[in-house]
């Protein structure tokens, strides 16, 4: 039997009960490190696989990584669980219809991409079983795709060192193989400092820091034009500084999420961005306090390990739809 034909039949035999792993990750959606009933049942899963798991991995406790295989080359799995907030939704239904009005839901189809690289993992540690090869294959269990960047705690801590390939993937309206489809990308809270008063009795007293937010944002808006194509400038308003429009905003918050093709351009990119919050300060009287959230690097492809899985792909044809 062909060694694909074989990894094949591997996969089918176990395919049920990873389905119904999926199944149950989708009825308990999870967001950004609170992954726990989820991790529970990768851990399970992992646990019943035989694979020798190591719970809580970078002090994160909805990260795991499950390993097979004692010698040899290591073959790295990685698996997401975390599901979006406010995107509650009934499954097998084609129209908005949330479960909860304003839960999580799993959107983003990471309930797959856990189940589906763990199913992965295990057809690949019983290949290696049956044909008797010496290797190791591993399953990382990522919490916080969304938002939380848990791989690049992985790979400070030196989780991916002796690692010969690692593969991932993610759901999506097609199948193919995609070349370093992610940019290198930032997030950054910009908190600006003011003065509150009274915005009719004594608005010559405030400093808004709410102002400080919307001059930066206009001075993003002015930048987006002259920056590489490909980068990407997005923000959120985590404070917006109260609710009473009569009380000048003393304090507020802007979150610039920062992407680019590579560091390089993502790192002069943020000095610019940086640039244009200390001038919003200058221009409104306000301090600003810049705090780095999360930052990680372009995905780097591997070309000669993208054809192979290309093809392997294409000898399986396209999806079968329903109506
Ligand atoms: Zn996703």
Redesign the pocket.
């Known amino acids: 039997m062909l060694n694909e034909e074989q990894i094949w039949k591997l996969v089918d035999a176990k395919r049920a009960e990873f389905i119904a792993l999926s199944d149950r990750v989708f009825e308990t959606p999870e967001t950004l490190y609170n992954e726990f009933a989820s991790v529970a049942e990768h851990v399970a899963a992992l646990k019943a696989e035989g694979f020798d798991v190591t719970e809580g991995i970078c002090g994160m406790p909805t990260a795991v990584m499950g390993e097979a295989g004692t010698e040899g080359p290591v073959i790295a799995i990685l698996g997401?669980f975390d599901a979006l907030p406010q995107l509650s939704q009934a499954p097998g239904v084609a129209k908005h219809s949330p479960i909860e009005m304003g839960g999580n839901g799993h959107g983003?189809?990471?309930n797959l991409?856990g189940a589906a690289s763990l199913l992965a993992a295990t057809s690949v540690k019983d290949w290696l079983a049956k044909n008797g090869i010496a290797a190791r294959v591993r399953y990382y269990g990522c919490p916080a795709?969304?938002g939380g960047a848990a791989k690049a705690y992985m790979a400070r801590d030196g989780l991916f060192d002796d690692v010969d390939a690692a593969i991932s993937w993610?759901p999506s309206t097609f199948n193919a193989v995609q070349h370093g489809h992610s940019l290198a990308n930032s997030r950054i809270d910009f908190t600006f400092h003011g003065k509150a008063a009274h915005a009719a009795a004594a608005p010559h007293l405030g400093r808004s820091a709410l102002d400080a937010c919307e001059l930066m944002n206009i001075g993003v808006n002015y930048l987006r034009e002259h920056m590489p194509d490909s980068a990407r400038v997005h923000y959120a308003y985590l404070d917006a500084g109260g609710v009473a429009p009569n009380v000048v905003q003393a304090k507020a918050t802007v979150r610039q999420l920062v992407r680019a093709a590579d560091l390089p351009t993502l790192r002069d990119l943020v000095a610019r961005v940086r640039s244009i919050a200390d001038g919003a300060a200058l221009m409104t009287g306000t301090e600003v306090e810049v705090k780095v959230y999360s930052g990680v690097s372009n995905l780097v492809g591997n070309r000669p390990l993208e054809e192979i899985m290309q093809r392997e792909f294409d000898k399986l044809g396209p999806v079968p739809f329903d109506d």
């Open positions: 997401e983003c189809g990471h991409l795709e969304e993610h």
